[in-house]
Nanobody, 117 residues
């Protein structure tokens, strides 16, 4: 079992930046995919960005060019750098880890991001 703890959320003005961190209780080097999801009030949870253990990344169209995901397998931490934030980015952001064999998903408790003037 791996515990994930997010940090770095908060209130920011439109156009501002935040960096989210996801610290794992154990090594993430064997976790095939690490990702960030978000859930806004009244909406389904959606994938924001993911990164495989080999490095390839995927981004939601709505955040391409503004958000960057990275992982540090030495520090067992995944980051989400969010720039040019918009009000529609407001949501609870969750860190996720997916191990293929055996198939397991790990979730953090989430961190609130609010973009408002």
């Amino acid at each position: 079992q791996v515990q994930l703890v997010e940090s770095g959320g908060g209130l920011v003005q439109p156009g501002g930046s935040l960096r989210l961190s996801c610290a794992a209780s154990r090594s993430i080097s064997s976790i095939n995919v690490m990702g960030w999801y978000r859930q806004a009030p009244g909406k389904q949870r959606e994938l924001v960005a993911s990164i495989t253990s080999g490095g390839p990344t995927i981004y939601a169209d709505s955040v391409k060019g503004r958000f960057t995901i990275s992982r540090d397998n030495v520090k067992n931490t995944v980051y989400l750098q969010m720039n040019s934030l918009k009000p529609e980015d407001t949501a609870v952001y969750y860190c996720n880890g997916y191990r293929m064999i055996p198939s397991e998903h790990y979730w953090g408790q989430g961190t609130q991001v609010t973009v408002s003037s």
